[in-house]
């Protein structure tokens, strides 16, 4: 091997996560995902955490963007001197 690719390949080894590091995110992950965490087995496969996090992601992703549709129908609707449009906007600072 050429002393140039073995540069460029010392980088990317150092910065490599071990599989134990790996298996405790996955782990740390498992139990943050509602869909997950309340399953009594241990045994769920980290493509199983994963899929399932990237789906608790989207559905997080659509919740807000759902808020965020009815607190500007909200603001849209309300008088901007109105004592309810203060307190939205107290609680968006």
Not at 6 to 29: G, H, N, T, W, Y
Not at 75 to 93: C, K, V
């Amino acid at each position: 091997m050429s002393s140039r690719r073995s540069r460029s390949r010392q980088p990317a080894e150092s910065s490599r996560i071990s599989d134990d590091q790996i298996a405790d995110l996955v782990s740390k992950l498992q139990r943050l995902i509602p869909e997950i965490r309340g399953r009594r087995s241990d045994k769920v496969s980290a493509s199983k955490v994963l899929q399932e996090t990237c789906n608790y992601i989207r559905s997080l992703h659509r919740e807000v963007d759902d808020l965020s549709d009815r607190l500007s129908q909200l603001l849209e609707s309300t008088d901007g001197d109105s004592a309810q449009a203060a307190i939205i906007r107290s609680l968006l600072m």
